[in-house]
């Protein structure tokens, strides 16, 4: 469910109470772990932190570098982690402490998929959030944006808008 909301709050203004308690929730905790120089705000129709656009223009699309997300959708919550893209091997160290937490894991390439707040560990939340610096989130993106296998890895070509 994408959200028509300008800012975090009419995001939030616009849930039913128990869905808002959920993101509320979720949102503190990020915004409690977050390293310095992120910003939150609304992006895509929901609530994002990211890179921004001073400190890293040169996107793919032109929009802020998206860190974390967080949106309610219809039957589920979705929580963007970044840094945990698939195919890394933060990734592979997430699943692994997951599992150990006997959740179980609904995640596609970055995003974890909820229902009820107990289906998360915050805990491991929180230190995927606070893990990764600024300035390392954009040297990662730049390795793999800018490597010879990525798809427009080349930088000698111009950007598409």
């Known amino acids: 469910m994408r959200s028509d909301a300008g800012t975090v709050e009419e995001y939030l203004e616009s849930l039913q109470p128990q869905r808002r308690d959920v993101v509320s929730a979720v949102r503190d905790v990020i915004n409690e772990a977050l390293p310095p120089g992120y910003v939150e705000g609304i992006a895509f129709g929901m609530i994002g932190w990211s890179v921004p656009l001073e400190r890293f223009p040169d996107t793919y699309n032109g929009q802020p570098l998206s ?59 929180a230190e995927v959030v606070a893990s990764t610096s600024m300035d390392a989130f954009i040297r990662q993106y730049e390795q793999t944006r800018y490597s010879p296998t990525s798809v427009g890895g080349d930088r000698s070509q111009p950007r598409r808008r």
Not at 85 to 112: I, N, P, Q
């Open 67 to 125: 860190y974390v997300a967080l949106a309610a959708q219809k039957r589920y919550y979705s929580l963007y982690l970044n840094a945990v893209y698939t195919g890394s091997a933060e990734e592979d160290e997430f699943r692994r402490r997951w599992e150990a937490t006997g959740r179980k894991l609904h995640m596609g390439k970055s995003c974890v998929r909820f229902t009820k707040l107990d289906d998360l560990d915050l805990g491991l939340v």
